[in-house]
């Protein structure tokens, strides 16, 4: 294993000579490839929180234990407190650049596609308000956030929506360990074509955050987004896409829809989405036949 020295060095280099994006995808790459030889973890389950967290920091990165100490642990969640020696750190502070940048922009996605290859419901979430050098440690969680709980209430909207007489469909977005929005059409009721479930959901968070890049968010929607909500929600930038009902399967019977998917949009896209299809597919699909 490279010394920590080396590991700065090459933490230098590849800050001054890759973009973010790109290093994220390269980090990506990298972390998925090391899953692909290490298939035998995929057999222990359940997968906790707990075991998510040492997987990605003592099998994987190979960390000590003692620089993680463990804030608070259920079984829905573990938080922990990271005080080890980091090279992103280091480099960042040498450059004078903003770890909370960096590390959203470069670490965040790249650390919930390795935890998403053991459970997709497990979520990494970190704190930009306690990060280092901002703070004395790096404040970081993983937790579970049940899809299934989730798409219910996307599902409550999209009856909402119905008594009001739009068009039956309803999104929530999670975030930091919390539903922060619950939407749900209103192009009908309130004359203007934009406002699906996804744009009124994602309008909600925003305004919340006091933020327009919603990194680490969860979009759930009763209806595969259609190619202006998937766009947005490459624009906000979440993290991951889950849905009940495709385009496809809910033009079937005649509805009118563009017929261009999710992972279309994302794969032609600046930014890493992970997409999560068919989740209680049948309850949602009962509102489009």
Known sequence: MDTFQTQVTKQLERLQSKSLREIEKAVTEKRLKWWSDHEQLKKDRPITPRKAFETLFFDYMGLDKNDLPILSESEEEITWASQNPCPTLTACQQLNLDTRRVCRKAYEKSTQVFISQMDP?????????????????????????????????????????????????????????KVLAAAHDTAGTEKDPSLHAEVNAIRQACRIL?????????????????????????????????????????????????????????????????????????DCLKFYM
């Not at 704190?127 to 050098?133: A, C, F, L, N, T």
């Not at 017929?259 to 992970?274: F, M």
């Open 210 to 282: 006091g933020d327009a890049n919603l990194c680490g968010a969860v979009l759930v929607s009763t209806c595969e987004p259609c190619p202006m909500c998937s766009s947005l929600a490459v624009w906000a930038n979440i993290t991951t896409l889950v849905y009940g009902a495709s385009i496809k399967e809910t033009a079937a019977p005649g509805r009118e829809r563009i017929l261009v998917d999710s992972a279309e949009i994302i794969a032609q896209s600046p930014v890493q989405i992970e997409v999560v299809p068919g989740v209680l597919r049948e």
């Open 121 to 177: 419901e497990l979520r990494f979430v970190r704190s930009y308000e306690e990060i280092r050098p901002h703070a004395a440690i790096c404040r970081e969680s993983i937790i579970r956030f049940d899809f299934e709980k989730a798409m219910r209430l996307a599902i409550s909207e999209a009856q909402v929506s119905r008594q009001e007489g739009n068009k039956g469909y309803g999104a929530i977005l999670w975030f930091g360990g």
